[in-house]
């Protein structure tokens, strides 16, 4: 079964930056990935993807300040995230891409990202 673990969130002062890493485990081949996100009182949306050979997409908020990578020996995908504004703040989880035809797998906790002065 496939596990999904985030890391790296925090508390950062707006135009801060922040890089989160997913551990994905269980799986014998990578495929696919991405961020998604979820504020406070909203639902969970996509921030980034990247698929094996390194092609990106972004969600228009985030476009020109976050870059995602993966690591297929490693089995991680980050999220770097700069210039942060406080509508950056939300719960950061990784998952499958939507078009990879693997989406959902079970969700893992997250990880909180706080952006504020």
């Known amino acids: 079964q496939v596990q999904l673990v985030e890391s790296g969130g925090g508390l950062v002062q707006p135009g801060g930056s922040l890089r989160l890493t997913c551990l994905v485990s269980?799986?014998?081949?990578?495929?696919?990935m991405a961020w998604y996100r979820q504020a406070p009182g909203k639902q969970r949306v996509f921030v980034a993807s990247?698929?094996?050979?390194?092609?990106?997409n972004y969600d228009d908020s985030v476009k020109g300040r976050f870059t995602i990578s993966m690591d297929n020996k490693k089995r991680t995908v980050s999220l770097q995230m700069d210039s942060l504004k406080p509508d950056d703040t939300a719960v950061y989880y990784c998952?499958?891409?939507?078009?990879?035809?693997?989406?959902?797998?079970?969700w893992g906790p997250g990880t909180q990202v706080v952006v504020s002065s």
């Open positions: 998952n499958a891409d939507r078009s990879s035809g693997l989406y959902p797998q079970p």
């Open positions: 269980g799986i014998t081949d990578t495929f696919s």
């Open positions: 990247v698929n094996r050979v390194g092609d990106t």
